[in-house]
C-alpha cells in the first residue's frame, strides 16, 4: 500500500479507533484485543533528502527492491557519488505503489490470475492512493521531478455513510454526511450552550467567556440565538433546494433528525473535528494518471540499467568487507557484489529468503506482523454517484468490515465511466475475504453496493480488479504492523544496521504503510551508511 | 460576481452572519443593521433546462447580455426553433465569469486602465471562483460542453488563521485552523461529556444514549477515555513529526492553546459544523484554466455570429406585438427588433438605461442594491505558502475587512510561480479601498499579507490585478442584494415578464450571485416565454 490507511474507512479516525470501533459495531473484540495498541505512525519529519557531502570510500551499494524506498535510496545515493545496483523481482518499479489499468496482471499466491480489463485511461490505486499534504519527503519528489498532482477529495460533506448495525430508524438507511454533521453538532451545541446558560460553566469561565462560549455555539451549531434551539440548518441540505424566481425561490429546509435516533445508529462515530487523525487531514493528493507516476518519476531519473527488473534474491550473505547476493535474473543465476546493501524487501518475505542476518536480527524481523489488506476496484459504464446524488469523490462509509469503504475518483469528473473503489478490509476480513475468487470478490462487492444505490450499483458494473496484499508475491500484506511490545523490543534492533547490511522501508518507521514512511526510511539509512562510508 | 460569497470570508458562515461577525469584529455595526436580513439564496433547485416542446408561433428573440444567462437563454431557445439575437456590450461572453490572464484589460469608472501582467498560464478568477457540487445546473453546463473542472479547495484543515482584533495571546498570532478546531472543539466535548457523566442530561437521554453519547464526544473530541480530559490530539499537529528510526520516531506531540485565550481571540467563530451554508459546502470546483471556459464553451455552440459584441443597448421600446432595442454597434446605432425580449443587464446597469418599462416595473428595478465588492490577484515569484508551509490552496481568514481572505491556488500545484487572492472585500469595506489606485490597492494587500508572512510575501510579490465590481461600467456591482422587504415586494413583481420582456440573471434568483442563480433563472423565463409563445 505504503500507506497503512485501515482509518481511512473511519474518515479521520486512527487506525486504532477504527479497529476499536469495527470490534464495537462487528463484535470483533478478539481480534482488537491484540491490536489495540498497534503503534502506527502518522506525520512526516523530513521535508528533504539528506546532503551526503565528500567522497565515500567505500561506494558499492546494492539495493533489494525497487519500490519507492529503493528508488529514493538509489537515487540518492547515485547523485552522491556511489555506484548503485538494484535488484527488483518484479518487472516494473514501485513496489507497492501500483495502478491497476487495462493490461496490468496480477497473480496472487494460490490464486487466480487477473488481468485488468479496465477501458482505456481507467485505473485504480490499489496499492497508495493518496497523500496527505505534511507528508512532505512524498512531495519532496513530485515537486522534484514533476509530477503532476491533483487534489484528492478525502472528505466530501455530500456523500453517503451506511451503517446497518446500529439501531432505531436509521439502520439500514444512507443518510449524508452533512445530515449526521449538522444535526449531531447542532444538538450538542444547543445542549451545551443552554447548560452554560443554567450556569454549568460557571466555576470554569468568567462571565465574558462565558458569552463567547455561547456565541461560539450558536455559530458552529447554527443555534437559534434566542432560545438556544436546533432546528435544523441550511448545512444539512434542503427539502426543496433554494432556485430562481419565486418558485422554488427561497426553497423549503429540511427536518433534522432525531437526536437519540442518530446515537442509536453509530452515525456520529463517523464524525471528526480533526482532531484524531493527523494523516487523514485535508488537503490529500494523488498524482496525475496514477500512483506509479512517482516511482515512475524516480527510475526514469536513474542511470540506465541501474535497476535489474525480474530478479530474485535468492540468498544474502556478508563478510567484514562487503555484501555478496546471489539472484536468478530471468531465471538465471548471478552473484552480485557490494561494499553496503539497502534491503528494502517486505520484512514479511524477508524472513522467508536465507538471508545470513544475525540471529538477534532474525529474530526481531519475524516480530513485525504484515496485514492482510484487500481492495477491489469496479468499472462501472455510468458515474451514477455524480450524475444521480452529486457525489464527486469522497467516501462511503459503512459498518460492514467486509467493504468498509466504498470511494469514488477523484479524477475524470463529469466523465461517461468510472473505477470506484468498491471495498476496502483488513485483517481477519481481508483474510475471508480474499478466500473468494475475484468473480466472488466482485459479486460480494456489487451486491452491498447496490443496497446503498439500487437500480444504479449492479446496473452500471462492467469489470473488476481486486487485490489481496498479503497474497500478493512479493509483499504478503499490506504494510508493517509493530505491536507496542515490538516496537520497544524489536523495531530498534532492525533500526541499527546487521553489519553492512541497512534495513530501509514504511516498516522502519512511524509513518508506517505511507510511503512518506519509505522515502524517510531510506533518508535516514542512507545518511547512516553514508557517514560508515566516508570513514572507509 | 456570478457568486455572492461574502459568506467564503467566513469559512462555511452564511454571508449573513459572516456580515454579523464583520459587525462584530469591525465595530461595522451601523452597516450592518441596514443588512441583517438581506435574505440571499442559496442551493440550486433545477438539474437540467427545461424541455421546450413544439413549434412556438412567434419566435424572434433579442437576448440582452452574453453573460451566463444571456448565454445559457440563447442556447437552449436556439435548440428549440427560436431565432435569437444576443446583444453584449463587450467584446466576449461571460459578463461577471471573467479571468484575467496575460492582456486581459479592464478600466474602472473614473479609475485607471489595468492591463493584467501575469506570467503566461496565471491568472486570476475575479468574478465567480467556485461551484458547490449541488450547483446543478451550472455543472449541467461543464457536462454537457465538456468543461473540465478540477476541485477548488475551499476548507484546508492547514492553512493559516489570523485575528488581531480579539484579546489575548493569541490575537495578531497566525494559527493553523486544524489546531483552532481540535482545541475548541476538544474542550467543547471534555465539558459536555463530564456534564453529562454527572449527570446534567439525565432528564434528556436514557441510560444507554447518555453513554453513547459521551462514546461519540470522546471519539470526536479525542478526549482520553479514562478522564474524559482533552489534553491535545494528533490532529492539530505535532511539535515534531513522527518519522523514520527511533529519532524522529514517533515525534512529539503539540501543545493545546488554553481555552479562554482562544476564546478571547475570536477564533473559534471561524469553525463550523458545516451546518451554516450550503453553498460553502464539500465538495467544489472550478474550471481547468479559469472560470471563462463556461461562458466561453457555451458561446462556441451557438450558431455564429449569433452574439453580436461591442454592441450597447441605448433603448428598449416595446408594443402588444413586439420589442425593439436600439443599440450602438461599434459605435454605430443601429435597430433590433423581436418578438419578445429575455433582459439579463444587471437591475444597477439596466435602471440607468432608456428601458420603457411600466412605472411599477420600474419602481420595482430600482429596490435591488448591488454589492461593491473588491478583489486582488497578486503574482508571486515563489508559491511559498506550499513550499514553506504546506499550504495548498484553501484560505487564510482574517478579521481585517480590508482584506478578510486571502485565498491560494487549486491549481498549478507545487509549480515556481502562482496569483493568490490578496483580498476579497465588501460593502463598505470595498468601497473604500476600491478609492485606491491599482498599486495602491496591491501595496495594501503585501502589506498585510507581510505581517502573515513575514520575510516572504512582499520578497516573492511581483505584479497585481485588481476588481472593484461597483466600478464596473457594465455591472455597477458585485451581485444583487435583495433585503427582506424588496424581496417581498420588488422581486415578484419582476419575476413576472413586463409586457414581452423577461428579466434573468443571478439577481432574479435566491442563489443571488452564483452562476447557478443566472442557469436557472434563464430556466424558468424562457419556460415561461416559451409557453406563451406557444400559444402564439
Redesign the interface.
Known sequence: MGESDMGSAAD???RR?FLEKLAKIGGTAALLAGMDAL?F??????AAPPKLGGTPKQKKVIVLGAGNAGLASAYELTQSGYDVAVIEARSFPGGRAQTARKGFTLTELGGATQTCDFDEGLYINHGPWRIP??H?ST?HY??KFGV????F?N????SFLYFERGTGPLAGKRVRK?EV??D???Y??E??AK?SRQG??DA???IE?KE??I???V????LSKKDLNYTG??????L???????D????KPSVPYKM?DL??S?L??M????????TQ???M?QPVQGMEQIPKAIARNLPKGMIRYKTEVQRIRQSPDGVTVDVLRNGKPETISADWCICTIPLSVLKGIDHGLSPAFAAALAKCAYAPVGKIGLQMKRRFWEEDH?????HVFCDNPDVNNIAFP?TG??GQKGVLLGYYNFIANAAKVSAKTPAERAEMAVAYGEKIFPGAYRDSYENSFSVAWHRVKYNLGGWGMWSDEARATA??VL?EPDGRIYLAGEH????GGWQA?AF??A???IERLHARAMKG
Not at 422554488?248 to 426553497?251: C, E, I, K, L, N
Open positions: 479521520g479516525l486512527s479507533i503503534g505512525g502518522i506525520g512526516s519529519a523530513m499534504y505534511h512532505h512531495l513530485t515537486r503532476p498532482l491533483e487534489l477529495n472528505d466530501n460533506d455530500a452533512a454533521a449538522a449531531m453538532l447542532g450538542s451545541s445542549i451545551l447548560l454549568a460553566l470554569r469561565f468568567g467567556d463567547k462560549f456565541e461560539f455555539l455559530d458552529f451549531g447554527a440548518a441550511e448545512g444539512r441540505g434542503y426543496v433546494e433554494p432556485g430562481a424566481g419565486v422554488p425561490g427561497p426553497g437519540n446515537l442509536d453509530g456520529g462515530h464524525l471528526s473535528s480533526v482532531a484524531r487523525e493527523w487531514q485535508r488537503t493528493f452529486g457525489i464527486y469523490g469522497g477523484s469528473w463529469q523495531y530498534p533500526t522502519m518507521s512511524y509513518i514512511g524517510e526510511s533518508w535516514q539509512q
